[in-house]
């Protein structure tokens, strides 16, 4: 079985940064895509950035130029550092990745975190 456990969450001042990690954890696992999504109180759950397993990057246009996604592949984690945070950057943020394990087949299966709460006031 694997696991995705996020870190990182908490409250900041509107034009503070946090840094979001999520840890992929199991064995005999290989990971593609990496990204984050956030939930919005009352709102539906959305695209917020990711990252190939090749270092490509994309990202909602909400959070261009502010947020930055990365990886490091030997530790299994990615990361989203977000800067001049604003009020309505508050969520709950998920971690995803595709991952297959070998041994049970080649299909890739959508793996989510179980999701950190970011808080920034005004």
């Known amino acids: 079985q694997v696991q995705l456990v996020e870190s990182g969450g908490g409250l900041v001042q509107a034009g503070g940064s946090l840094r979001l990690s999520c840890a992929a954890s199991?064995?005999?696992?290989?990971?593609?895509?990496m990204a984050w999504y956030r939930q919005a109180p009352g709102e539906q759950r959305v695209f917020v950035a990711l990252?190939?397993?090749?270092?490509?990057?994309t990202y909602a246009d909400s959070v261009k130029g502010r947020f930055t996604i990365s990886r490091d592949n030997a530790k299994n984690t990615v990361y989203l550092q977000m800067n001049n945070l604003r009020p309505e950057d508050t969520a709950v943020y998920y971690c995803?990745?595709?991952?297959?394990?070998?041994?049970?087949?080649?299909?890739?299966?959508?793996?989510w975190g179980q999701g950190t709460q970011v808080t920034v006031s005004s």
């Open positions: 995803n990745a595709q991952i297959r394990r070998p041994t049970y087949g080649s299909n890739w299966y959508n793996h």
């Open positions: 199991g064995t005999g696992f290989e990971i593609n895509t």
């Open positions: 990252v190939t397993n090749g270092g490509r990057t």
